[in-house]
C-alpha cells in the first residue's frame, strides 16, 4: 500500500473544494482554466499543474475516486438486479456534490463509460451473452445514470418507489442477470 503524503492530499483536497465552490457559484466551467482554479484554492498556478492538467481532470480525478469507493464496498454475493439497484442508490445518494459536479462540467459521458463497463462486469460475472454487448452496456448506463441524478439531485423518490422504477424502465436489467 501506497503511504500518501499528507501536504499533497491537503493540496488537491483545496483545490477540489474550490472546485466545488466554483461549481456552486455558476461560474461557468467551459471558460474555467487552471490558473482560476489555482486562484480559488490559494494554491500557485504550477502547484495546480503539478497535480492536474486542467480543469476536467479534477472532476475525473473526483469522479474515479467515487466510483473506486463504490466499487470497493459494492457486494458481489447474491447480486441480483435488485440488490444491485438498492446498492447504487444508496451509494450515490451521498454523493450529491460529485452529481453536481458532473452536471455542471459537462463530464457525464465520463461516468457513464464507466458504468457501462461496470455493466459489462456484471453481465461476465454472471456469463450472459449478450448480441450488442457494448451497446446493452451503454444504455444500461446512460439509463442508470440519468435516473441516479434524478434521485440524487431531484429527490423526485423514495428508495423503494426508486428501485422499482429503474427495475421496470431497464426491464429488470434482463441483459445483465
Not at 484554492?41 to 472532476?59: D, G, M, W
Not at 441524478?149 to 426508486?162: F, G, N
Request: proline share 2%; with cysteine; hydrophobic share 40%.
Amino acid at each position: 500500500m501506497q503511504k500518501i503524503d499528507q501536504r499533497t492530499y491537503r493540496t488537491k483536497r483545496k483545490i477540489e473544494s474550490a472546485m466545488l465552490q466554483l461549481c456552486h457559484d455558476n461560474v461557468t466551467f467551459a471558460k474555467l482554466t487552471g490558473p482560476q482554479v489555482a486562484q480559488a484554492a490559494h494554491v500557485s498556478r504550477q502547484t495546480f499543474y503539478r497535480y492536474y492538467l486542467t480543469p476536467e481532470q479534477v472532476i475525473v480525478t473526483i469522479l474515479d475516486r467515487h466510483l473506486d469507493e463504490f466499487l470497493s464496498a459494492f457486494r458481489f454475493q447474491d447480486l441480483t438486479a435488485q440488490s444491485m439497484v438498492i446498492q447504487l442508490l444508496q451509494a450515490w445518494q451521498k454523493r450529491t456534490d460529485a452529481f453536481e459536479m458532473i452536471e455542471w462540467s459537462n463530464t457525464r459521458q465520463l461516468f457513464i463509460q464507466r458504468l457501462a463497463n461496470f455493466n459489462h462486469h456484471i453481465a461476465l460475472r454472471n456469463n450472459k451473452a449478450l448480441i450488442d454487448e457494448t451497446t446493452i452496456c451503454n444504455v444500461y448506463a446512460a439509463a442508470t445514470y440519468m435516473f441516479l441524478r434524478d434521485y440524487v439531485l431531484e429527490h423526485k423518490w423514495t428508495p423503494e418507489q426508486a428501485t422499482k422504477l429503474l427495475l421496470h424502465l431497464t426491464n429488470g436489467l434482463s441483459d445483465l442477470f
